[in-house]
């Protein structure tokens, strides 16, 4: 695969260097020219913590049978009381991740609205420009049509992580991800029956693991004020998430990867998370607290 | 007529000072890396598409969940090389228990016996110590103690390293408990330190990550 775009530019710069003739005495000398492209790039971070899309969670609900609750939604009459620029991009993070779980669960007249939120919401944050035309009206056109819907959602998603990235704003992108991604999480453990629905236990227990990549993403960016103030209510969230016990393999044997029988790859053995009921709600509460000091509307 | 063949070595710096080409890399992932021909198989989140050069290596820090199966393909520009190291390590949290020195600066005490029992010698003069003990010499001296601390550290184990696998550029797998794991990319070569490097050295990398739940076998 050729860069196309880096030897054009190179042929560009090139050419008028590649023949040059002089006249000395009549006799022509053709001198050939080579030339070598030195580039100075910035060099680029090389470790990179990647937080689950809020798509992820909300397909996984959805399959596991939890149904949709509209009231869990952020009501998007406040979007124009956020003025602070911290409280804009952690709210934007929200109404992104309503929007998934809207096209998720088929709720089109209300992914309209989410989608016309974030929409409006991008211009003070500059992200107006992730969303171009032919996404808008790929919206328009989709709107009753779920798997198109969901695609489009993750579409615009994903336009907002590389805009950010691209533009060297990652403390921005940690804001909104990471209130994406609390959303997710407070959608799911306001949703479940402890009792009945063991799978999404299991998943919401899980995200501790989520929450420790979280943390290292937003630990970069710790001297942005805005930052510092939000992972001071992620680590008391760590606090409550560090009760729950990983659970040695019976066998106590080694996390390994490795070819079964069958020819199939496994990853197995290792520990797995637990979490009691009363460790169900108290990550409950700590998630509905930190929720509600982003969602609340400024006087 | 003469001709004159002449070769002219030129050498053309293009600063690039702030902006990094990392764009070019946009999508690579979707656009390269092969994708399964299982349709249950859906693009997962955490992909991602890098700019890297020779030698230098890549971590990309994952979640795979329990009852599912994941599939990662890699995909690179051709002139990063062939037999590119993709390996996926676990990180562990392990306590270990790790000596701590500490060293402070503390007065330097002198006996007052040296005195007859009544005070401290200090050249010709005798303090005054109102009985047996110590009475600071108006010195300071270094004092090192040592406490044995239990930190957390993070510790990565090797899973898998595609060198013993034909240097694969694909691997499929059930995840039986859910894990964070390390996928980590070297590019072949010497890496390059300095901030000047040829165009043929850097190119795009991307890592398509595609999930879907673990189907159920039987009756």
């Not at chain 2, 080409?21 to 999508?27: G, K, T, V």
């Not at chain 2, 092969?34 to 890549?58: C, D, H, M, P």
Request: net charge negative.
């Amino acid at each position: 695969m050729k860069n196309k775009s880096k030897l054009a530019f190179v042929l560009l710069v090139s050419l008028p260097l590649l023949t040059m003739t002089s006249c000395d005495g009549g006799d022509p000398i053709v001198e050939k020219a080579i030339e070598e492209v030195i580039e100075v790039v910035q060099k680029e971070n090389t470790t990179y913590y990647q937080i689950p899309s809020p798509d992820e969670m909300f397909g996984f609900i959805k399959t596991s049978g939890l149904a949709f609750n509209g009231e869990l939604l952020s009501d998007i009459a406040n979007s124009d009381s956020y003025t602070d620029s911290k409280m804009q991009a952690l709210n934007f993070g929200i109404y992104s991740a309503d929007l998934a779980y809207t096209a998720a669960y088929e709720e089109f007249n209300e992914t309209t609205k989410y989608f016309a939120t974030i929409q409006k919401m991008s211009e003070p944050l500059g992200l107006n420009v992730a969303f171009d035309k032919s996404l808008i009206e790929r919206a328009q056109a989709n709107l009753e049509n779920p798997d198109s819907l969901v695609a489009i959602t993750k579409t615009s998603y994903f336009a907002i992580v590389d805009y950010l990235e691209n533009n060297k704003q990652g403390e921005r992108l940690g804001l909104i991800a990471s209130a994406g991604w609390l959303e997710t999480v407070y959608v799911t453990a306001n949703t479940i029956d402890y009792a009945k629905d063991k799978d999404a236990v299991d998943r919401l227990a899980d995200q501790k693991l989520a929450l420790d990549n979280l943390l290292d993403y937003l630990e970069k960016y710790e001297s942005e004020a805005n930052v510092s103030e939000v992972l001071v209510w992620f680590k008391g969230l760590e606090a409550v998430f560090a009760t729950l016990s990983d659970e040695e393999d019976e066998t106590g044997s080694n996390l390994t990867l490795k070819k079964k029988d069958d020819g199939k790859m496994v990853l197995g053995g290792g520990s797995s998370i637990t979490m009691s009921e009363e460790q169900f709600n108290a990550v409950k509460d700590k998630v509905n607290e930190i929720r509600n000091n982003i969602v609340k509307t400024e006087v | 007529m003469k001709y004159i063949n002449k070769i002219v070595l030129v050498v053309v710096i293009l600063i690039v000072p702030v902006m990094s080409f990392s764009q070019y890399c946009n999508h690579f992932h979707e656009k390269y890396c092969s994708s399964s021909e299982n349709q249950r198989f859906q693009v997962n989140g955490q992909s991602k598409s890098a700019l890297l050069n020779k030698g230098q290596t890549s971590n990309l820090n994952i979640l795979v969940y329990k009852k599912m199966d994941y599939r990662i393909s890699l995909c690179i520009e051709d002139n990063l090389g062939t037999e590119i190291s993709f390996k996926i390590y676990e990180i562990k949290k392990v306590k270990v228990e790790k000596e701590i020195e500490h060293k402070d600066m503390e007065d330097e005490m002198g006996s007052c016996s040296e005195c007859n029992g009544t005070g401290d010698l200090d050249g010709e003069s005798c303090w005054d110590c109102d009985g047996a003990g110590e009475k600071p010499t108006g010195n300071e001296k270094e004092v090192i103690t040592k406490e044995t601390q239990v930190i957390v550290e993070k510790q990565k184990q090797l899973l898998y390293d595609n060198s013993q696998d034909d240097y694969a550029k694909v691997i499929e797998f059930t995840v039986e408990k859910s894990q964070k794991l390390v996928v980590e990319i070297k590019i072949p070569g010497e890496e390059n330190k300095s901030n000047f490097i040829k165009s043929n050295d850097i190119g795009c990398v991307g890592l398509l990550v595609e999930h879907m739940t673990t189907p159920k076998t039987g009756f």
